[in-house]
């Protein structure tokens, strides 16, 4: 495959003699497949880098710059070759329950080690080639993200509805003799692979650590776009509370075995359970706030911190719009911040999830319709504040193709997406620092996936 250079950035040690249009063909001899080789032959600090014009003339430039340093060219695709699509039909798969109509984006299932490197996407390892699995090895890539669901084959293959499937445990035992670093997740489904499966699998994954560093475990998400797919049910409160002490009594005997916990539950379960959410200090790197574990813990830490060094706020009214299952927590932080500001005036609103059903209760699933009909006869002050995964990366719009501005218009009111910050969270609600519309742009690639949607 050609990797075309669209742009050449002017800090490159390149600028001088690459043009755009030109072809990368190799690095230091080594022939460039995709952005790992790109990325990982660009390393060293003096290189030769082998370049043809459209022409056809081909042409050696030598390169000396600092050790790790980026080239600085830009590429017609940011993998420089097709994403790779996921060759599984998981019976738990988010994307299979989104509704007819949404945005094509929405509907593709990526499934790339490539992406789990650099963008921290989880895959199933289950479309590798040989040739993959050994250079992911002779590259050492790590840290990789992996959705696991079990250990056990036969199940696995049953979940993921893949022959395959249960061929990559073995894959992942390779990696930890390799070194290379493993974040797990799994999505717990009651009756699948939840009691004695899930023990098997928390007892196989740790026997791989320090290869395995992190699990997460989070309760499977079902919208009420189910029909023609494998028959699930959602977890319960007492169901929650038991696989809460499942993993927390392992948990307690890896860290006396490994010295760190390994398994973590995603805080949906104790927010389903009712439970009280561990202390911060349980959470220790907080390597899977990204999959929502830890995530409300860390963020009342910094919010407790911010309230110290606070000033007084401005007391201008102000609402807070999320999901029902954090609803009550943000509502504890608010009553935390009128206790030392008696003037603060806010709210905190719950969005019931009308668009993809009442079982989905996060934040980052609430749509710009819902927001608007529960909110439009509310009293929501002078702003309203919602959580910035409510939008999706690229552009500002919610899941349902509203738009920010649309929303804010409907609702007579400005709309600031907060990041999961505790300091951010109350320098907005103060009135000291509101939040500017910044949402990060991925690259073109980069699929529309949410937590319940990445296999």
Same mark, same amino acid.
């Given at each position: 495959m050609?990797h ?5 950035d002017?800090?490159?040690p390149?600028?001088h ?5 030109d ?5 230091n ?12 032959y660009?390393?060293?600090t003096?290189l ?6 459209p022409?056809g003339t ?7 710059k600092?050790e790790?340093g980026d080239?600085?060219?830009?590429f &017609?695709?940011?993998?420089m070759?097709?994403?790779?699509? !996921?060759a599984?039909? !998981?019976?738990f798969c988010?994307i299979? $329950? ?5 945005r094509k984006t ?5 499934d790339d080690?490539r992406?789990?490197f650099?963008?921290?996407?989880y895959?199933?390892?289950t479309?590798?080639?040989?040739r993959e699995i ?8 790590s840290?990789?993200n992996?959705? #696991?669901?079990?250990?056990?084959p036969e199940l696995?293959c049953?979940?993921l509805?893949n022959k395959?499937?249960g061929?990559?445990i073995? #894959?992942?035992?390779?990696?930890a +003799?390799a070194g290379?670093v493993?974040? !797990?997740?799994?999505?717990c489904c ?9 023990q098997?699998?928390?007892e196989?994954l740790?026997a ?5 560093h992190?699990?997460? #475990?989070v309760p499977v998400g079902l919208?009420?776009?189910?029909e023609?797919?494998?028959k ?7 169901h929650?509370a &038991?696989?809460?002490? $499942?993993?927390t009594?392992?948990?307690d005997k ?10 973590? !539950? ?6 389903e359970?009712?439970?009280e959410?561990?202390?911060?200090e349980?959470?220790e +790197?907080h390597?899977?706030?990204e999959n929502?574990?830890?995530m409300?813990r860390l963020l009342e830490? +910094?919010?407790?911190s911010?309230l110290k060094?606070?000033?007084a706020?401005?007391?201008?009214p102000?609402?807070i719009a ?5 609803a009550?927590?943000?509502e504890?932080?608010l009553?935390?911040?009128k206790? $030392?500001?008696?003037q603060?005036n806010?709210?905190v609103?719950?969005i ?15 749509t ?7 909110l439009k006869d ?9 959580? $910035?995964n409510?939008?999706?990366r690229e +552009?500002?719009d919610f899941l349902d193709?509203?738009?920010?501005e649309?929303?804010?218009a409907?609702l007579?009111?400005?709309?600031y997406?907060?990041?999961?910050d505790g300091?951010?969270l109350w320098d907005a609600i103060?009135g ?6 910044q949402i990060p742009?991925?690259?073109?690639e980069e699929?529309?996936y ?6």
């Open positions: 050609d075309i250079i669209k742009s050449i002017p800090t490159s390149l600028r003699h690459a043009r755009v249009g072809n990368l063909i190799a690095i001899g080594k022939r460039v497949l995709d952005v790992l080789d790109y990325k990982f660009a390393y060293d003096r030769d880098v082998l370049l043809r014009r022409d081909e042409y050696h430039v030598p390169v000396h600092r790790g080239l600085g060219l830009d &017609e695709s940011y993998l070759d097709n994403p790779r699509s !996921c599984n039909n !998981c019976v988010f299979d $329950q989104l509704p007819k109509g949404m929405m509907y593709f299932k990526d080690a992406l789990s650099l963008l921290g996407n895959i199933t390892l479309n590798l080639s040989p050994q250079r992911i090895i002779d590259l050492h890539v840290p990789v992996i959705s #696991v669901h079990t250990t056990d696995r049953r979940m509805k395959r499937a061929e990559t073995e #894959v992942m035992r390779r990696f +003799e290379i493993m974040n !797990c997740q799994i999505v009651p009756g699948w692979n939840d009691g004695d499966a899930l098997r699998t928390m196989d740790a791989m650590y320090p290869g395995v992190s699990v997460s #475990v919208t009420k776009y189910r023609g797919l494998e699930l049910t959602p977890f319960t409160p007492e929650a &038991e696989t809460i002490d $499942q993993i009594a392992f948990g890896c860290v006396e075995q490994y010295g760190t916990r390994i398994f973590w !539950c995603g805080d949906e379960l104790y927010l359970a009712g439970r959410l561990p202390p911060d349980f959470y +790197e390597t899977q706030l929502g574990v830890g409300l830490t +910094e919010f407790r911010a060094l606070s000033d706020p401005d007391a201008v102000f609402s999320t999901g029902t299952a954090a009550p927590f943000f504890g932080l009553k935390l911040a206790e $030392q500001w008696p603060l806010g709210r609103y719950a019931e999830n009308d668009f993809f059903g009442h079982s989905i209760t996060v934040a980052g699933l609430v710009g319709g819902d927001l608007i009909r529960q509310q009293d929501l002050g002078e702003r309203l504040f919602i959580s $910035q409510m939008l999706r +552009e500002v193709d509203v738009k920010l649309e929303a804010a409907a007579g009111l400005p709309i997406p907060v990041e999961s300091f951010a103060s000291d620092v509101l939040p500017e519309v742009r991925p690259p073109k699929t529309e949410y937590r319940y949607n990445q296999n």
